[in-house]
């Protein structure tokens, strides 16, 4: 077995369905390569953010809120702003100091926090190194990123959490699970149909997409601290809709392309 396999049972057994041939027919497709690379490129992007959002809202005190955002700002600049380029960004990828949990209020420092810092920001790191590579591959290939705008998937899925806490925080970790695992599984079905570059590119997405899934469902159940399993069964259900369900804006994440 190798090790991509091997990485993918536990997302199969996850996620309640495969991606659609009909997505991979399209996906494969030489003229929506662009579409795909830029999506892509949005999507790293957003993943950070969704992990940074996380630790500012839940974990992070104001001082670190503010190294967050500045960690931020040049990717931000260039995929919402067209301000820099490659060049630039070779070297953003770094935390200007240490990311620190909120100091203890009256119910004292929440037991998780400094788990969900550590693991969101290795996770962030990833996605930011990410988004270079994919940006990367972009230039070379002269495919210029103008602008994308965001699929149903991940609206789709947040529109469901719950609206009190910790439920909240519990139901965002479980759709962060979702995507990262969809991502992975994706990124191992398509692979195979890319030229060598992009194959060996997307192998290599796998190792963290795998490893980001599992924090995310680690920290899920850790904040719920009982068992998630009807929760995490709800949002496979939501899930596998988006995915095998007709939609006519091919991203992705899409669903099943019309
Ligand atoms: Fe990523
Ligand atoms: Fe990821």
């Not at 203890?104 to 996605?127: C, H, R, Y």
Request: net charge negative; proline share 4%.
């Amino acid at each position: 077995m190798t090790e991509a396999e091997q990485l993918l049972i536990p997302i199969l057994n996850f996620l309640s369905c495969e991606t659609p041939d009909s997505w991979i027919d399209e996906a494969k497709k030489k003229e929506n390569l662009p579409i795909i690379l830029r999506d892509h490129l949005a999507c790293e992007l957003k993943a950070g953010q969704t992990a940074m959002y996380l630790i500012r809202k839940y974990a992070v005190d104001k001082d670190s809120t503010n190294v967050l955002l500045e960690w931020f700002e040049p990717y931000e600049d260039f995929l919402y702003r067209k301000k820099g380029d490659l060049a630039l960004l070779a070297n953003k990828n770094n935390l200007s100091k240490a990311i620190l949990p909120k100091s203890s209020n009256a119910q004292g420092k929440s037991p998780f926090s400094q788990n969900l810092i550590d693991k969101m920001v290795l996770l962030i790191k990833e996605e930011l190194h990410h988004f270079y590579q994919v940006l990367e591959i972009m230039v070379k290939r002269d495919i210029p990123f103008d602008g994308i705008t965001a699929g149903r998937y991940a609206k789709g899925m947040l529109k469901h959490v719950k609206t009190f806490e910790p439920d909240a925080l519990v139901d965002k970790l479980i759709v962060g699970a979702f995507i990262e695992a969809r991502s992975c599984e994706r990124f191992a079905k398509l692979a195979p149909h890319l030229d060598d570059d992009l194959n060996k590119f997307y192998i290599s997405l796998l190792r963290s997409e795998a490893r980001h899934y599992q924090d995310y469902l680690t920290l899920a159940e850790q904040v719920a601290g009982k068992d998630i399993n009807e929760r995490i069964a709800y949002f496979a259900k939501v899930e596998a809709e988006l995915i095998s369900s007709p939609d006519e804006d091919f991203k992705f994440h899409s669903g099943s392309p019309i």
